[in-house]
């Protein structure tokens, strides 16, 4: 649960949610819910009570510091029935952490060290905020500071080590299975069987961004237990989808590029349009692309097309910019221009507006190699970002196939 | 509220929470919570009961996909009180949209037809889950799709228009002043003391990406009131801070350079190296920069900058890939190859390996334009990402100075 207003002010984003979910589900601990209130007492206190009725543990972050709008230790003592106190090493250890820092203290910072009777408290190492953790009936209450680092650090020297021992044996493990150029629903289709059975593992398709996730969990006794529960099961999603399969680690699809053309001692180059040059910092975004990428020819006019990459002008009056053709000739300029041995063009419409004729979305990638030639045309759904990412998938999906002797697909022609 | 296991696996951050919250401040709606709950119908039907009896409009994202785990609808229904009916209407308009994609559809997409009855309908743009909004007793609760595209559309298309009607007359305004090469300490002591007699307008700092924001807020009866207390504040900010403001609009650099060198008729042209097409990509993000952007040339290997770019064999030898002699040599080559007015080349060490003798952070950029030709050597902090993203805010200022006649200015030079 987090506590304050400028989560609900839109003004930051709630990163403690994700960090310290994905930390519980490590050790086994189911997260219900999450819940975000501002800093008023009384939907604090709802809060708390709504939490504390529903969980075995309710962690809270924020509302600890020393401003006026800190309000959290006084709602969890209102909630526990008991009251604050001062507590006099809390109060010498918030001196001492201003004198260490050569900074003059406000009296206000010791109130920080007001809490409720009976707290266990988690003496910081960072910030000079405590943590607090409090039973109340048969529920264990944390309270962490909202700061991440603070937080972290004491989710990690001391939250998770009880929490752990609490949660006994229970461990979750999780695997991803990353394909391209097959939609989400095709992708549920062929796979959801396998997790109608049982509800462990269970199974989370996530679409976007041009490829599709199949997200697979399992709860065992022990980590191990939990990953080899995992294990058949994604090899049986592998088998079922085939090279559309590009990842079960978790990795970008220009990291597995990478990989595949260092490991062949290959080099590439890229001739872009409508990616405007996006194509390249993705390869490049790689630690280390520098052993096997030469550049990118980003040719956003069509003289640039025409007098770098050599597209003829019978392509531009004929088909046009976004053509088969073009991409073609693209490829085929790159990697004459660079000297490489593979080369990868990408041209379209990436929208608002039509473009030399292609309505928003349509795409053509090419790939040029020794003795391999292969265009592929698509119509992207979405805004002009998406429609660059998704001709970014299916550009790098081409090389990846090439290199991993894969059939490369035909898609659609677009009208 | 959002609903899916992803969330609290803590496998995605909840972005949409901020996104919302934020649209909803600026047309004055008070936020009270947030919940998160995953793909299981008694929880989420609990959460929206809850939400319910505390809120006059509950908006849901998330779970209104094809696959099994989208059951956000169900649950709407059954809080609601209401069976579900298949919208032929929607089953035609999921139909068509994958024809016109000219992609095979999966019967399970249909599901998306089917909605509680008597709900009304949002149409998608972009993706094919209609959102829906219904009127539960004395509240009205809007389920939308949970990719951020797709729930954005329908927030700014319906939602908030919807909204700020309802709304009542306090509103909150916001104003950012972004500004670039001056640091966050500077800004602060030029500007902080316009905000310490009151408490309304607000200021927040905010450091990152390399530029520095400064964002006032001011809540009053009416929007066009709280616009008012910003206006004199801006100006005074922007006074101040003087030639290293960019905006105040909220745009992105390479909007503010695309429009300068729309006004002013001339074309610019890139070559980068550390950036990898970044530099390329981030300026035809802005729609309908080929009007002025002809291309970049991304030469990653040392061979394509002598080749392509006439990086001489002398300054590879000598200075080095990343020295003021290469970006120089660089920009004035893209210049020439592009035929452009205004030519701007990155080069530098992205690490975390140094690159040709230079420490990573180095970079250097330069603009070759008629009778002009600057360089500028800085030193940036942190990884691989910002590395590159301060080498183009540092270069995209240049051309922004240049076609704005402010002083180019001269950095520290790198070791």
Known sequence: MGVGTELLLGQIT????????????????????????????ERIVEALRHALSHADVVIVTGGLGPTQDDITRQAVARVAG????????????????FVRAGRDMA???LVQADVPEGARVILPDRGTAPGLAVEI?????????GVPAEMREMMEGTVLQELSSLAGPASIASRIVRCVGIPESRVAELTDDLFLASAN????????????????TAKASSRGDAEALLEPLVEEVVRRLGDHVFTTTDEELEGIVGRLLRDSGKTLACAESLTGGELGARITSVPGATDYFLGSAVCYSARAKREILGVTQETIDGPGLVSAECAREMAAGARRLFGADLALALTGAAGPQ???GAEPGQIW???????????????????????????????????????QDAPLPDGPRPA
């Open 137 to 145: 009936e048969a529920t264990r209450l944390y309270a962490l500071p």
């Open 107 to 109: 009296e206000s910072n």
């Open 14 to 41: 709630n990163t403690n949610a994700r960090w310290i979910s994905e930390r519980l589900a490590e050790i086994g601990v189911d997260v219900l819910y999450h819940q975000v209130v501002g800093d008023n007492q």
């Open 354 to 356: 039509p473009h030399a």
């Open 365 to 403: 990638a090419a790939l040029e190699a020794e003795g391999v030639s292969h265009q592929r045309g698509l119509r992207s759904p979405g805004d002009r970002e998406l429609v660059r990412r998704w001709a970014e998938q299916v550009g790098l999906d081409l090389v990846r196939r090439h290199l």
């Open 82 to 97: 008991i009251g604050m106190v001062r507590r006099p090493e809390l109060e010498e250890m918030i001196r001492a952490k």
């Open 201 to 216: 593992p269970t199974v989370a398709y996530l679409a976007g961004g041009g490829e599709v996730k199949v997200r697979l």
